[in-house]
């Protein structure tokens, strides 16, 4: 199926791993430019990238999200390599601290809630002039939970976010969107649900799975990013998709 992507220029944050990487590589497979923004880690950033660069044209872009000057070069070191943005994916990401300090509220909202600020600040004029393009915000659901910390108020104010962006951009045909993933087993959720738990955790709470093998990765988000950067999803903004296996509605 041509989804209709082929030349199309996209910067997806967090692109190293998880929810993200699985984005690059199905965004790269239909033809798309990819940017990929990094922070911290030089090493896992070439690794990924030697690792997917057969799929297609993508380059490396360091920079930390959370902070504003910094955006403003991660977006002016994509525009001199791809001369535009059709597509920003909003992947940068990071657990919750056991504890929520006041040092670890601000790096949770800093990187999860900022990010999406600020570089919105800076490539939304560029879609304006274009009278196109695509945002998509990675939330989560636990935006829709009772849990007082920093990170689900982040997630719940991506959605709010998102959807004022959305209708701002609207009448320029810009569609933003989110989307709240359930249990996604990536590399984040280590620490918290061991390998040989896995199973176990999906049989117990998400549906769908039920009655499928293994247990549900980042390919299940990517998918759905990659529907929301086509042109099937041409008439839908404003909106946040749960694609969690019927966790949320089985609690």
């Not at 990187?111 to 879609?127: A, E, F, G, Q, W």
């Not at 719940?156 to 009448?171: D, E, F, R, T, W």
């Not at 759905?224 to 998709?241: N, P, Q, R």
Request: hydrophobic share 35%.
């Amino acid at each position: 199926m041509d989804f209709g992507l082929k030349g199309k220029k996209a910067l997806i944050t967090g692109g190293t791993s998880g929810m993200g990487k699985e984005s690059v590589k199905l965004l790269l497979k239909e033809g798309v430019y990819v940017a990929i923004n990094y922070f911290h880690n030089d090493k896992k950033a070439n690794e990924t990238y030697e690792e997917l660069k057969k799929f297609g044209e993508l380059i490396l872009v360091k920079g930390d999200v959370g902070n504003y000057k910094e955006c403003e070069k991660v977006v002016n070191e994509v525009l001199k390599n791809f001369g535009t943005i059709d597509i920003l994916v909003h992947c940068a990401g990071i657990a919750q601290p056991n504890e929520d300090t006041p040092e670890n509220w601000d790096l949770v909202i800093k990187t999860h809630l900022y990010s999406c600020y600020n570089l919105d600040k800076h490539i939304s004029p560029i879609m304006i002039e274009k009278k196109s393009g695509k945002i998509i915000i990675i939330s989560s659901i636990g935006a829709h939970s009772t849990w007082p910390n920093a990170y689900c108020a982040a997630m719940a104010g991506k959605i709010c976010y998102a959807k004022g962006l959305a209708k701002k951009l609207a009448p320029f045909g810009i569609n933003v969107n989110t989307i709240s993933p359930g249990t996604i087993f990536t590399p984040m959720l280590d620490p918290f649900i061991p390998v040989e738990k896995r199973r176990e955790f999906t049989e117990k709470n998400i549906p769908l799975y039920k009655s499928k093998n293994g247990y549900p990765t980042a390919i299940e988000i990517a998918k759905v990013v990659l529907f929301l950067c086509s042109d099937l999803s041409s008439h839908i903004t404003g909106e946040d998709i749960k694609v969690d296996g019927g966790e949320f509605i089985h609690y």
